[in-house]
Nanobody, 117 residues
Framework: VQVVESGGGLVQPGGSLRLSCAAS????????MSWYRQGPGQERELVSS????????NYADSVKGRFTISRDIAKNTMYLQMNSLKPDDTAVYYC???????????WGQGTQVTVSS
């Protein structure tokens, strides 16, 4: 299983980015796909998660109404649409793919998001 994030970069406050998480060799069925982030000097925190099947999504209070998690099962890819970005959103964003059947987590290497003017 290989989990690879992409889409990070430098954006001005108020801007948008869409992160992608491609999970090769991983079956999306019966999984929990999550985005975490770790800011400078901070602990890693859960940003959003998506239960598959069912599509139930959860968000951290700090990103509700601004971020949207989604997935394309046919492409084995998960996305995080981030709008109205703030400097506090600056962090390395990680994707975690959890197999419910195997009770096992797979992490990506992270993608840097920097929100700055």
């Amino acid at each position: 299983v290989q989990v690879v994030e992409s889409g990070g970069g430098l954006v001005q406050p108020g801007g948008s980015l869409r992160l992608s998480c491609a999970a090769s060799g991983f079956t999306f069925s019966w999984s929990v796909m999550s985005w975490y982030r770790q800011g400078p000097g901070q602990e890693r925190e859960l940003v959003s998660s998506l239960i598959i099947p069912g599509g139930s999504a959860n968000y951290a209070d700090s990103v509700k109404g601004r971020f949207t998690i989604s997935r394309d099962i046919a492409k084995n890819t998960m996305y995080l649409q981030m709008n109205s970005l703030k400097p506090d959103d600056t962090a390395v964003y990680y994707c975690k793919a959890r197999s419910v059947r195997l009770n096992r987590d797979y992490w990506g290497q992270g993608t840097q998001v920097t929100v700055s003017s």
